[in-house]
């Protein structure tokens, strides 16, 4: 019963999101025509004000997403057991992608304190598991994300 209601209220946020997603792109659309065309001016500040409330909606869900599709990854007993990578993959998913250092911030955040080499070490066996993404970013700086 509780799987099923968790994959219905996935579904509905990810609707939800889809739905929010196409709305900003028509604004966006409508501000570019408004843009062009003089005599519409008028309404521009009306589509930034709609555009500005809608994006307001879209991130909570976006984190909300993020969140609910990263429940597997703390409910497993590796993750669950090992206070460290559950708040690394808690971090994760508030915040999207970040580095090692600001992970580690927000380990120190919610515990008082966090080891740079740990939260590395942390991160390699997070992504060895298939958890987390390593990416690079820039020239030799890589950042971390969740597998979604």
């Not at 579904?11 to 709305?23: R, V, W």
């Not at 003089?38 to 909606?57: F, K, W």
């Not at 879209?58 to 590796?78: A, F, H, Q, T």
């Not at 993750?79 to 808690?90: C, K």
């Amino acid at each position: 019963m509780k799987g099923e209601e968790n994959k219905r209220s996935d579904k509905q946020l990810e609707e939800l999101s889809g739905k929010l997603d196409e709305l900003i792109k028509r604004l966006d659309v409508l501000e570019k025509i408004i843009a062009i065309s003089p005599e519409y001016s008028a309404i521009a500040n009306v589509i930034d004000v709609l555009t500005m409330g809608v994006r307001l909606y879209d991130e909570p869900i976006k984190v909300l997403n993020r969140l609910l599709s990263v429940r597997k990854y703390v409910e497993k007993s590796e993750v669950a057991g090992d206070e460290i990578s559950r708040l690394t993959v808690q971090a994760l998913a508030f915040r999207g992608s970040l580095n090692i250092s600001q992970i580690t911030r927000e380990i120190k955040g919610s515990r008082g304190r966090a080891s740079r080499k740990i939260v590395r070490e942390r991160l390699l066996k997070l992504v060895e598991e298939g958890v987390v993404i390593k990416e690079k970013h820039g020239g030799v700086r890589y950042r971390y994300r969740l597998v979604e």
